[in-house]
Nanobody, 130 residues
């Protein structure tokens, strides 16, 4: 089992960029598909992006395609989310997640049930002002 810790959140203006990081501890990080989810105030948690164990396959929610990039470094046990052209609607708590129960492509559907993924971080707050 991996343990996940996110960092990099903050308050920015619309149009700015932020880079979130997720550090994983534990064994076999490279065997996990990794993903990012977010939860805005008063809304349900939603899928943002996922990356396969090798880093070769990446998947994005339509709302962030072309603006966000997910990447991983298996040597450093980290996964990152580069967020560009931020919008106020990107505001929320961003969570890192890991799974070996399914593929990166399936993380969006799996993540609707928190118990369906193997690990979640504690979240990092991103606030985008207009």
């Amino acid at each position: 089992q991996v343990q996940l810790v996110e960092s990099g959140g903050g308050l920015v203006q619309a149009g700015a960029s932020l880079r979130l990081s997720c550090a994983a501890s534990g064994r076999a990080f490279s065997s996990y598909a990794m993903g990012w989810f977010r939860q805005a105030p008063g809304k349900e948690r939603e899928f943002v992006a996922a990356v396969s164990w090798s880093g070769g396959n990446r998947y994005y929610a339509d709302s962030v395609k072309g603006r966000f990039t997910i990447s991983r470094d298996n040597a450093k046990n980290t996964v990152s989310l580069q967020m560009n052209s931020l919008k106020p609607e990107d505001t929320g708590v961003y969570y890192c997640a890991a799974t070996r129960r399914g593929t990166a492509q399936a993380m969006g559907a799996l993540g609707r049930d928190m118990n369906a993924l193997d690990a979640w971080g504690q979240g990092t707050l991103v606030t985008v002002s207009s």
